[in-house]
């Protein structure tokens, strides 16, 4: 079935599974940004190994300390939202990556069944198509038809044979695609040709749903938090230009005679000072990031609801074609059944019939043609309005 397909897909597919991976880096970024940074142990030892009192370790001074950089001018706390922005991001990501994965494989699906369907026309295109050749054989041999048309019907029953053998690798590499989406080779259950000729789904709510496109859709949110990222990466590249302060805590130990031990507290800091490195290149370029993304952001709320409008019309369009269709279809089947008993009674020429045959099976292929795109657009349409 299909639930059966987009479950496999979703449990194995490489978009799914990469967007998972993304989440997940997503959130080991975050734990970074919270952690502080690591301090750092010196060790210094002074006034040795030289000449005369300072001879070996004698008169040595040591010191031991711990420096710990402490975050100021909101620049960790920048990089703090940034990360929980790209954490977010990274969700409606997954989210994104499921509803078009849903929808490729709804659309994969529709295609191998009508890629089944097609090549089975295609077989019986041909075999009436032998039929009618050996009728028009037997005519010709009684002299009742020209060796021309004789020939014309050899010809065209050839040509059948071999579309019909075209279309049933088309139907077998239908499958491989279908397969593809959970990393197999091929699909070789039968499918559901039940949901395949159900018709299409209602489309009300139609206005409510294109005016909310820009606010619910996961690609719009995905797009929100990747533009707040941005906005806290622009507040983190500013603060950077006076970021941290270094402060240090330690001890040091010192002889004046080989007996003594004495020992004193050394307290330390370090302020970078923002003189000529202002990091002007870091603030333009996350200025022109944020600027990207809220461009990106306003286009696609624009794409989205045209997309909808478009795959609403299209729906409308395919449903129509298929009812126009599946109503003509009786008729098309009579007439290439009275055509053939026709010609075989001699009141009809082998031109009408071909043409009646022909006429009945473009007939069923365009049915089959217009279900599909009704799939489509009804996969569409579920990938765009789903919250």
């Not at 299909?2 to 599974?17: E, F, K, N």
């Not at 709804?106 to 191998?112: L, Q, V």
């Not at 909310?212 to 906005?231: K, N």
């Amino acid at each position: 079935t299909l639930d059966a397909a987009i479950t496999r897909a979703m449990d194995r597919s490489a978009t799914v599974v990469t967007a998972m991976a993304e989440q997940q880096v997503a959130d080991a970024q975050l734990q970074s940004a919270s952690a502080w940074a690591n301090p750092t142990l010196h060790v210094e030892l002074e006034n040795v190994l030289g000449k005369g009192s300072n001879a070996d370790f004698d008169a040595a001074e040591t010191t031991v300390s711990l420096a710990q950089e402490l975050p100021i001018g909101g620049h960790r706390g920048a990089l703090r939202r940034a990360a929980r922005a790209s954490q977010a991001s990274a969700s409606a990501g997954l989210q994104v990556a499921q509803l078009s994965v849903r929808r490729d494989v709804t659309i994969a699906y529709a295609e191998a069944i009508a890629a089944d369907r097609l090549a089975t026309i295609a077989r019986s295109r041909a075999s009436i198509a032998a039929e009618t050749r050996r009728a028009v054989e037997q005519r010709y041999a009684a002299g009742l038809e020209s060796e021309l048309q004789n020939s014309r019907i050899a010809v065209e029953t050839s040509g059948l044979q071999a579309a019909a053998q075209r279309a049933a690798a088309g139907a077998l590499a239908a499958r491989r695609r279908l397969a593809q989406y959970w990393r197999t080779d091929t699909v070789v259950e039968p499918l559901d040709d039940v949901w395949f000729d159900a018709s299409s789904g209602a489309t009300s709510g139609r206005a409510a749903v294109a005016r909310g496109l820009d606010r619910t859709h996961p690609r719009v949110q995905q797009l929100q938090l990747a533009t707040a990222r941005a906005q806290a990466e622009l507040d983190a590249a500013r603060a950077q230009r006076l970021s941290a302060v270094e402060a240090t805590l330690g001890t040091r130990r010192f002889k004046d005679l080989p007996s003594d031990s004495n020992q004193a507290f050394v307290l330390g800091v370090s302020v970078p000072l923002p003189l000529w490195d202002r990091n002007r290149a870091g603030i333009a370029s996350a200025r022109a990031e944020l600027m990207r993304m809220e461009l990106e952001l306003e286009q696609t709320g624009r794409d989205l609801a045209a997309q909808y409008e478009f795959a609403v019309a299209e729906l409308g369009a395919a449903t129509l074609e298929v009812q126009a269709l599946a109503d003509a279809l009786p008729a098309a089947e009579s007439a290439a059944r009275l055509s053939g008993q026709g010609y075989d009674a001699g009141r009809l020429s082998l031109l009408e019939r071909l043409s009646a045959e022909r006429a009945l099976f473009d007939a069923r292929e365009q049915l089959e043609g217009a279900r599909l795109a009704a799939h489509r657009a009804r996969a569409d349409l579920a990938s765009l309005s789903q919250p």
